[in-house]
């Protein structure tokens, strides 16, 4: 085979593609993480991006699980993990993008609850919106992020008081616009335990000593309404361990 | 292979043009496999919804960048679950990846890079595809990449690696004109040479983009309009092909849809000059049906 290293070097050729992968990855995330971006401002993104690169190189073999492990990277990070809000906004930025994946699922159960005897609530289970991803933040970073587009790169996340319902609920919308709501500590709690495969009778016994939680019992409707909850199922059968796994990773 | 027509790739800027219900200039689109998987066991979510839309009224074929048909890696069986499950969701006419290797040792580049042109290699890019076909239960259709290197071991040209593994496993060959272009510019061989080793009947597919250039070396960066010199090189190989399903690719500066659409059709003129009869715009009301067979997977529509 002739060698046709004619008009570039073999150190230009293999520039090309040692070039390429860091632009390719960083714009990966840099879509991934938008807000992520405009708080640090561009040039301590792509440092961030070279330090997490470095760290975690590419493992899947679809590229949009890159930015997988961004925000645990971040948390475990000793320098990093000191900007204020920033594992936080990571969390939030991953939890968007994968809820965008989630499958839509039709809202009946605030219709079916209208029409639900008493006695029959009771067998009561429900059928959880599967979007749906809790962050932990106490500031209201999603303000910021609906934001993003108009704020000024580097500006700091300025979140005011913390929110009295520090877990950020992250969803779809039909159309796949995000959506967000905020639990207490007691909501998320009930949010847990509505997911395992028992009877409302059963979750009522499980909460009993978790005063916030069975406050938040009256939340139901108010989450059938919203769509949080998609459908009740009446049953009185206790499911098994493993649909309880699935409905916590879930959360 | 049906004829497809002249399409484009589906890019999410464009998923509104796409489903206004106005009559395209395209005729089918190419969707990126790896844009509609998502993270959990079955693909689903907003995106593959909007393409299910799409494929209401378009024929779609799954496009994948993730396959490292060349790669030493075993294959992740958990992505080609998640690639057979698409398959069977969308139902495309057909699916394709590339002839390349994406990355070793568990990581990946996510990139294209060539494979060296070796004897040795075509017995393992042949096996690679088999066990590929196998799982997926779909003939691939290989598309030759674009390069900046080549390897000293190397002992044949791209084109005649690209019959022998087409003739050993029966791949469909997507022939990337502006790939043609781009890496006989690089490695100073000959486009036309490169399209008459190619033999007749094996391309399913064409690709035209755009490139740029960087001092000695051209660049395929799917961020131009396709150049006069490939528009060229398209004209001459559907002399030799005929009639070649043919798709746009702009992936990078994405320009309005109207732009897009004068892309296409003026890869239908080339087709109908060369071929000397009209190949008229399909009718996106019209049944996918009426484009080709379904292959009679069960086509689920709701994602679940
Ligand atoms: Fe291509």
Known sequence: MKNNCVGASALDRVSVYADAYFLRLKEILENDFELARVCLGQERFVSLVADYLAANPPFHPDAAWLGSRFPRFVEVHAAWRRIEHLPEILDLEWAINETLYSPWIDEKAAMQLSSLAADDLSLAQF????????????????????????????????????????????????????????????ERLLWREIHRPQTLTQTCENLSNWDEAVAALAELGGWAQRGLIKEIRLNSSSGNDEDLEKGETQS | ??????????????YSDVLSGRVLEVDWFEAISENYLGYGEEPAGRPLETLLKVRENFPIVLHGVSLSIGGT??????????????????????????????????????????????????????????????????????????????????????????????????????LDVNNIFVSAHNHAFDASEYLQGIPEGSVTQMHLAGHSSNEALLIDTHDAPVCDGVWQLYAEALKRFGRISTLIEWDADIPVFERLEEEVSHARSIAQRVHGSPILAQNPNRSRKDFHQPSGTQVSVGAT
């Open chain 1, 127 to 186: 059928v959880t919106d599967p979007s749906v991803r809790l962050v932990f933040s106490p500031a209201l970073i999603e303000d910021a992020w609906l934001d993003r587009s108009n704020r000024s790169e580097g500006e700091p996340l300025e979140t005011g008081r913390d929110c009295a319902r520090p877990w950020l609920v992250v969803r779809r919308g039909a159309q796949g616009e995000v959506k967000f709501a905020r639990f207490s500590d007691g």
């Open chain 2, 73 to 174: 890696d075993p294959f992740d069986r958990s992505y080609l679950k998640s690639l057979r499950k698409l398959y069977e969701i969308v139902d495309p006419a057909w699916v394709s990846d590339h002839l390349c290797w994406t990355g070793v040792h568990g990581h990946n580049l996510h990139d294209l890079l060539p494979l060296p042109y070796t004897r040795d290699t075509i017995g393992h890019v042949v096996s690679r595809i088999q066990e590929a076909q196998d799982f997926l239960g779909r003939r691939l259709t290989i598309e030759n990449v674009s390069s900046y290197l080549s390897y000293a071991s190397s002992e044949m040209s791209e084109w005649e690696f690209l019959s022998e593994i087409h003739a050993r496993t029966g791949c469909g060959l997507l």
């Open chain 2, 1 to 14: 292979m049906s004829f497809l027509g002249f399409g484009a790739g589906l890019r999410s800027p464009h």
